[in-house]
Every structure is written in structure tokens, then in C-alpha cells.
């Protein structure tokens, strides 16, 4: 049947046009941000374990101080309870780097501001007049907006964490307006 034919041959590679269901599709980022400015940031593929997270703090976070000339002694690393952030081997390597990493209460997500981060570049994003056409198009407008956030947006967050601890002392570790 000739209609048939027609039908098979636009189903054909070189008829179609290769997109993301959902509009560009999501891409695991893990990235490091200093008092002053972002650095480092890290696209993640497959599942992260504990040994992945060393790798990648050994990659991003060590060349992040190593950019700016932070020295570890002097550096307080915050990172939430995520099982790979409490890990053995993650706390064993926080602990040959000699590098001192924040205590965290456990159901404390008000306090993290590197959620603002992500909040800013998704936003970023979505205002773009069309959607990723594949994921590499949307890592790279994902690192194009990482590398493009004003210091002076991280700097009011860092200087904000002085009140958000007041809050959270004033919630009695409930949640905050943050």
C-alpha cells in the first residue's frame, strides 16, 4: 500500500528530529560556590556513590580551592546529610585532606544556600525563548549560567546565613521563611 510507504519513510532518522521528551530533560549537577564567586561544577552521570563523591570533591572542590588560593585549614566545607556526604570513606577523606566540614542538624534545608544556586540557574533557564533540544545543549547552558552568577548575588547569600540561623534558632530548627 502506497499510504503505508509514505508512513514508514517519515519515521526514518533522516526524516525525523531528535528531542528530549519534556522539554530538554535534566541534567545532576554538583558544583562548589565560595564567599566571593562559584567555582567549580561537575555534571554527574549515573549513580552517585560515596566513591564517586570522593572523586568528584577530589576534582571540583580541591581545584576550586586550589583557583582561588583557599587553604584548607581556613575553609569550612557545608554539605547536607546525604548518605554519601556521611559515608565512611567521604568522612575518612574530609578527614586526610584535613578539611573541616560544617555540622549540619539533620532536617535543616532552610540553611542551604547553594539551593538558591540552582533555584537561580533553573530559572535562568526556563526564561530562554525555546527548551534544550538534548541534554548537552542544556549542560552547556547550565554551565553557561553557572560561570555568568553575579557575585554580589553569592555574596548577599553568605551574608543572609547570619539571619537564617537566628530563624531557624527562633523555629526551634522548624522551618524558616528561607
Same mark, same amino acid.
Given at each position: ?33 565560595? +564567599? ?63 578539611? +573541616? ?78
Amino acid at each position: 500500500c502506497r499510504k503505508g510507504h509514505a508512513a514508514k519513510e517519515g519515521l526514518k532518522p533522516k526524516n525525523s528530529q531528535k528531542r528530549v521528551q519534556g522539554g530538554g530533560g535534566s541534567v545532576f549537577v554538583w558544583g562548589v560556590i565560595t +564567599r566571593k564567586c562559584v567555582g567549580r561544577i561537575w555534571r554527574v552521570t549515573g549513580k552517585l556513590t560515596a566513591l564517586g563523591y570522593v572523586d568528584i570533591l577530589s576534582e571540583v572542590l580541591l581545584g576550586t580551592l586550589s583557583d582561588y588560593g583557599i587553604v584548607k585549614p581556613k575553609f569550612i566545607f557545608q554539605q547536607d546529610n546525604d548518605p554519601k556526604h556521611t559515608a565512611h570513606v567521604t568522612q575518612a577523606w574530609f578527614e586526610e585532606q584535613g578539611m +573541616r566540614v560544617l555540622f549540619w542538624p539533620a532536617r535543616s534545608p532552610d540553611m542551604n544556600i547553594i539551593e538558591h544556586i540552582w533555584n537561580y540557574i533553573e530559572d535562568r533557564i526556563r526564561r530562554r525563548p525555546h527548551a534544550a533540544k538534548n541534554l548537552d545543549e542544556l549542560w552547556a547552558w547550565i554551565e553557561q549560567e553557572w560561570y555568568s552568577i553575579p557575585n554580589s548575588y553569592i555574596e548577599a547569600l553568605y551574608k543572609s546565613m547570619v539571619q537564617r540561623i537566628a530563624d531557624l534558632q527562633a523555629a526551634d530548627g522548624w522551618n524558616t521563611v528561607w
